[in-house]
């Protein structure tokens, strides 16, 4: 289940994190530093190095304007967020064939520079997760329009009883 979610940040606060980031001129290393073995081969780009205070200030707000947006915590269902990583790619940088799950910063001239991290869910099976998803899509609709309240409290009840009979903790 692919979802996009928009509006994370504003483009001003893009903007700002994305200044930051290029104004760390020394916390940018080689990507290589954190390929595997096959990755290393194929990877030129830089990466802001991990742990670093720079990585874990914007990997905080990245987090948190997550956990902010309902979207989110509606389709990934998170049990566990990995810090965010950054990287750049310029100058012909570039990595070859790999398997990768970006959020991209605004974009702007010059280098590319995006954000990535893996999120473990507390549903495992992509199926159940999406079918809770559309079931809370359908909760969020219904409480809009103040539907039937005990039609809405019995969706609800199993909406949760799917997620506690689902959930992987």
């Known amino acids: ?3 996009s979610i928009p509006d994370v940040f504003t483009p001003a606060d893009a903007a700002a994190m ?11 290393v080689d990507g290589r530093a954190t390929a595997g ?17 720079i ?9 948190a304007a997550l956990e902010r947006h309902p979207l989110f915590i509606s389709a990934a269902l998170p049990n566990k967020v990995y810090p965010p990583l950054f990287n750049r790619y310029e100058g012909g940088m570039h990595f070859g064939s790999h398997v990768d ?3 991209r910063l605004m974009p702007g ?35 809009a329009s103040n539907a039937d309240d005990a039609a809405r409290r019995t969706l609800v009840g199993c909406y949760h009883n799917l997620l506690r009979m689902w959930s992987e903790t």
């Open 18 to 28: 994305r200044a930051h980031l290029e104004a760390a001129a020394d916390a940018w």
């Open 109 to 143: 001239s010059g280098a590319r520079v995006s954000s990535f991290f893996w999120v473990q869910s507390l549903v495992r099976d992509d199926t159940q997760r999406a079918m809770l998803f559309d079931l809370d899509g359908a909760i969020q609709r219904l409480n």
């Open 101 to 103: 799950g970006a959020i």
């Open 55 to 63: 990585a874990l200030e914007m990997g905080d707000r990245i987090i």
């Open 37 to 53: 073995y096959q990755g290393a081969s194929v990877k030129r780009n830089q990466q802001i190095a991990e742990g670093s205070p």
């Open 1 to 3: 289940m692919i979802v």
